[in-house]
């Protein structure tokens, strides 16, 4: 059974920097595509980070790009996204999921496993 719980979350001010945490078992292998979404009011949830087989690759969302680092400890079965330069628009829940396979797929209808999200509120 794979769960998923991140941590992290908080409110900061505009510039402020945040880390999340989404602690992981029974993750499928260590090759699984695992990202990291954030959903804001009456929008879907869109992909942010992206990490595979032990960050042999990653990618990021260009509205993050250069702001967000996303990195895995394995020894804490933790899965991390390093915010910063945060931006009032960066708002929202944010939710890490995982799927089988390498492969990185764009919507979040591909992945069935997720957290229950921790809410991140960037004020001006």
């Known amino acids: 059974q794979v769960t998923l719980v991140e941590s992290g979350g908080g409110s900061v001010q505009a510039g402020g920097s945040l880390r999340l945490a989404c602690v992981y078992s029974?993750?499928?292998?260590?090759?699984?595509?695992m990202q990291w979404f954030r959903q804001t009011a009456g929008k879907e949830r869109e992909w942010v980070a992206r990490?595979?087989?032990?960050?042999?690759?990653?990618d990021y969302h260009a509205s993050v790009k250069g702001r967000f680092t996303v990195s895995r400890d394995n020894a804490k079965n933790t899965l991390f996204l390093q915010m910063s330069s945060l931006k009032t628009e960066d708002t929202g829940r944010y939710y890490c999921?995982?799927?089988?396979?390498?492969?990185?797929?764009?919507?979040?209808?591909?992945?069935?496993?997720w957290g229950q999200g921790t809410q991140v509120t960037v004020s001006a």
């Open positions: 029974g993750v499928l292998d260590s090759n699984s595509c």
């Open positions: 990490y595979v087989d032990d960050g042999r690759f990653k």
């Open positions: 999921a995982v799927r089988d396979g390498d492969f990185c797929y764009t919507p979040a209808s591909k992945y069935p496993y």
